[in-house]
């Protein structure tokens, strides 16, 4: 009986380019591994070939991986080809094993304390350079530490080096950061801790500069596996080469089309320039496709032909299936919609809830499709992320609007309402133009500002009440059980997934490539997220867009220029081109600046649309903004109770000198004027009336007052109660 870890058994089972993988026993070796070619099954079976013929003792081969899900799975298939001595791990947790080992033996002490968290150091270091942060701010500047951590940037030289990479952390100057950075630095050196990129950093400073430790870990491995080596950063790659030690035996594998983390501090030249690091190399190719019908892959095929990102031109093995979709609609609820429907269409004919995913650029496009899915009793998972309504930034501001709403305390406009509830946690009209934490909590805040336009254009003369019910109804319906749900989820996070059907959603410019993908290198990793996107898809594959954001608003979005060549034209569709009005706008009062339909209510206050420029003095209406905020805070109510943002607007556009003048203003009436007139003349006047303002002009914000804070968490706290109290 033949050895089921015999090479002979083991080579039966792969196609002609997995066997020469698996074959190639010596290093150095690349292979370029396209999406659903079968890279973990050809790795696997060349480390069990290589023990059952006796090349490789299985505990001297460390094959690595970027997951621990990654790591798992390819332990167990090991073990079931017979190696299951051979070492599967992430670079973190190889790493750390070593570390633990030789550290207490070369320093004679016990090797600093892991931490879970980079958060409350860096917020240690900004209260000693005295900057002022909130929690999507420490997050944006603790990922910025570990890209530079990851890339080899040093803390003094962060703020030569930030500008020419892109890097950029929101209302944040380089040398601020870098500042940040060495002083993170010195409190985790004051408190013994050291962070996840110190483990390596520090095991890779224990191979370069002890020779007998470098020495035990090379004899311990002598052959290495690295799967994904296009998400390798400069770090991991400089603790290879010292594991190598000046060795070849090594196999790498990776699909340049799949680089999506170099924001991160991925890199893949090291393996597209792998034959110039590791001279004499063999370079194979994987490229039948098992994963996805000859549709699906023709289109990714044709995504990537002729571009910069070029990968492995993928040979389809699946029987044909149906063509891709590619739909157009009105608006993004529509889209959501049509999505929804298609599923439940799909899971009639015997396509369970499980096999679907529903995919997206950022977190906060999730809202739609959860409402649309709820709607329908449609069961879902949400990848990555928490659920919309369980975001905090989402449920700090619906306790807000719930608390103005009980108390009367509603300006009259619903919209209006929202937008100066969440313009007083930081919202902007304005995007802000860094990625991270700081540009999702916009994102999300914005998602509610468009969902309370749409509720009130569907319900005119709804109070804020009415609102508030809405959205705890809308919130309680999305807390439906979830098992076996359609995975709701961002293109980053869908990465090493695979699902029957899947559909690609609001595929506009600005989302697709995102907006602040400004360089013709980060337009082309938006376009190989797109590509990942689509190479999930086994059978069914959707790409949709939006022409507009809100339900009847103007149709001027324009599909994603990675559709050209992909997608039918818009008389294809059956639909107007972009730009072309929707008969609900027609006849609509129109912006006094260039013509266009107002659709909310704090459009047509002003007589003007949220795309044209002020006219008005914008930095006075930030002194104006910051005032209210000081007042807001003095008198413990939400900032849009003193003055809504567009009759701050009106404010610095007319200049009113007199409290006649004022009461001229929509939205000022006799009481405000009584209450607020000598305060906003004296903002007017050049005064500075009191504290919040003269902090404003001197650049630093101010944040509410201890007892508003108090009062903030007690709304939380008797939200979470009564949330918990019906939920029962």
Known sequence: MISPISGATLLDALDPEQRLVAEALRGPV??????????????THRIAHGVATGVYAPTEVLAVTFTTRAAGEMRGRLRMLGASGVQARTFHSAALRQLRYFWPRTHGADLPT?????????????????????????????????????SNVAPDGYAAVAPGRG????????????????????VKRDQGRMDMEDVLLLTAGLLDSDERVAAQVRSQYKWFVVDEFQDVSPLQAALLDLWLGGRQELCVVGDPAQTI???????????????????????????RNYRSTPEVVAA?????????????????????????????????????????????ELQAVGVPFGEMAVLFRINAQSQAFEEALAARGIPYVIRGAARFFERPEVRQAVTLLRGAARSGQSSGDVAADVRDTVSGLGWAPTAPTARGQTRDRWESWQALVDQSVDWVQANPGADLNALVDELDRRASEQHAPVAGGVTLATLHAAKGLEWDAVFVCGLVEGTLPIVYAESAAAVEEERRLLYVGMTR????????????????????????????????????????????????????????????ALSTGAEKKTGRCSECPASYDEELFERLRAWRIGRATDDKVPAFVVFTDATLQLIAEHLPTTEQALLKINGIGRSKVDKYGAAVLAVLAGEVPDRALEEAVEGTPAGPSEGVEESLEELLERSVRESSRNSH
Request: proline residues 4%; positive net charge.
């Open 261 to 287: 983390y170099s924001f991160a501090g991925a890199n893949a030249r090291y393996l597209r320039d792998f034959a110039m690091h590791h001279p004499g190399a063999v370079s194979l190719e994987l490229n």
């Open 30 to 43: 690349r292979v370029l591994a396209g999406a659903g070619t079968g890279k973990t099954r050809a790795i």
């Open 167 to 186: 890097r950029s952390v929101n209302n944040l100057d380089p040398e601020t950061i870098g500042r940040l950075f060495e002083l993170y630095e010195q």
């Open 114 to 150: 892991l931490t879970e968290s980079k958060l409350g150091m860096v917020a240690g270091a900004a209260r000693r350079l005295r900057v002022e942060t909130d929690q999507a701010l420490l997050r944006d500047v603790a990922s910025e530490i570990e890209w530079a951590k990851v």
């Open 300 to 344: 990714a095929n044709t995504l990537l032909a002729r571009t910069s990102s070029q990968g492995v031109d993928l040979r389809a093995q699946r029987p044909s299936g149906t063509p891709v979709a590619y739909s157009a609609h009105p608006d993004e609820p529509a889209e959501a919609a049509a999505v929804a429907t298609r599923i439940s």
């Open 537 to 596: 898809a086994r059978v069914h594959l959707s790409l949709s867009w939006a022409l507009a954001r809100n339900a009847g608003g103007r149709q001027s979005r324009r599909p994603s220029r990675f559709l050209d060549g992909l997608r039918p034209s818009d008389a294809q569709l059956g639909l107007p081109s972009a730009g072309r009005r929707s008969k609900k706008t027609r006849g609509a009062i129109t912006c006094r600046e260039c013509g266009k």
